[in-house]
């Protein structure tokens, strides 16, 4: 087995701030053959801010990380593009499989005509190169490999679930406790995963809560982004926009339900950020640098996206950093000072509750009932 290089994180964290995701650059990707590089440089592509709380990770978790998140990318692309419920359950099934005892096989190719934007480009060109990440994951421990192959079948499992309850209920979610669910499956693990690489230690029950906690905070954040996105391809995770199912989300009569369930991501998400810190002060993950950094960086492109979301749906921002440069430079203290780093996270917690948001008597708030998170499954 090669030994691994080190990365350089801030040059990998740089080349991230640069890469343009609207235009990336797909032939340059594609003749790429060094199995690392191709990894370094996809990463940005696919991972968006969460490439940044990768990269200064030290060397071996980071890459392990990336990997990791690579295989998941690549389960949710399957998801996303494959529209016949029983073919994306088999080729999720199949992909998981691939890590039994013996080399992974080559996954099942996605053709270009499935593509929507240039996103989805890369994640069909990513698992046509999947070789290469494979390439690295063979460099890894047993142990590591072992746990990557556990995080890709959990998520794979997690993600049939979720493709067959979409199918069985028509499109959606039905409720609070289904959209609970699929964060977890498919943030939860990943999350677990990378604690279990930074933590050492097998989580205390208490600790593995938070971290599903934290990763529905964080998923929110992905399905307040994409509402319009997902209604266009037939899929919402809140029974409300069930009518509005492969119409645009910025359709004049969808639009006050679009900004309805925005806000109710936004509020269920704010709820939960008191679990960041408790992980982060119960698994001491400011005792090291680059580990400190990694969830400062976290919290902080969270809370850029949700100020965001609060524009959105016609509140008032709290103060923030205004863009991702902005947030790298807030996090940078984070690396010498562990007072500062704990400080931050608080004063983020402080924001997040502080903005009451989706509570009775909110000026801002149209209201979904409660009882619009329920509908009959055959509704």
């Known amino acids: 087995m090669r030994k691994p290089r080190r990365t350089i994180g801030p040059a990998l964290l740089l080349r991230g701030l640069t890469v343009d995701r609207r235009r990336p650059d797909l032939d340059s990707l594609a003749r790429e053959t060094d199995p690392e590089r191709f990894v370094w440089r996809v990463l940005p592509h696919t991972a968006r801010s969460f490439a940044a709380s990768i990269v200064v990770l030290p060397a071996d978790q980071a890459r392990a990380a990336a990997v990791a998140y690579l295989y998941c990318r690549m389960l949710d692309s399957y998801e996303d593009l494959i529209s016949d419920p029983a073919t994306c359950s088999e080729e999720l099934n199949r992909f998981a499989d691939r890590f039994e005892p013996g080399t992974p096989g080559a996954p099942t190719e996605i053709p270009e005509a499935h593509a929507r934007d240039a996103g989805d480009r890369v994640s069909i060109l990513l698992i046509s190169r999947c070789r290469l990440v494979d390439a690295v994951f063979r460099s890894f421990s047993p142990t590591v490999q072992r746990q990557i192959s556990n995080l890709v079948r959990s998520m794979a499992d997690g993600m049939i679930w979720s493709t067959e309850a979409f199918n069985r209920q028509g499109g959606v979610l039905i409720n609070r406790e289904q959209l609970a669910h699929y964060c977890r499956n498919v943030m939860g693990y990943p999350a677990l995963f990378t604690l279990s690489?930074?933590?050492?230690?097998?989580?205390?029950?208490?600790?593995?809560?938070?971290?599903?906690?934290?990763?529905?905070?964080?998923?929110?954040?992905?399905?307040?982004?994409?509402?319009?996105?997902?209604?266009?391809?037939?899929?919402?995770y809140h029974p409300a926009l069930k009518p509005y199912l492969g119409r645009s989300g910025f359709d004049p009569e969808a639009r006050p339900v679009v900004r309805d369930v925005r806000e109710a991501y936004l509020a269920m998400a704010l709820d939960r950020v008191p679990a960041y810190r408790r992980l982060y002060e119960g698994l001491g993950l400011g005792g090291t640098a680059p580990v400190r950094i990694a969830a400062v960086l976290m919290l902080l492109f969270t809370d850029l996206h949700y100020r965001g979301c609060a524009l959105k749906t016609g509140h008032s921002p709290w103060p923030g950093p205004s863009g991702r440069l902005q947030v790298i430079a807030k996090s940078l203290p984070s690396t010498v000072s562990r007072a500062w780093a704990g400080r931050t996270i608080r004063e983020v917690e402080s924001d997040f509750l502080g903005a009451r948001i989706g509570l009775p008597g909110d000026p801002g708030q149209n209201g979904l009932p409660e009882s619009s998170w329920t509908v009959p499954a055959g509704a």
């Open 197 to 236: 690489q930074v933590a050492g230690d097998e989580l205390p029950d208490r600790a593995r809560e938070d971290a599903f906690l934290v990763s529905e905070m964080i998923q929110l954040a992905n399905m307040s982004r994409d509402i319009e996105r997902d209604l266009e391809r037939g899929v919402s």
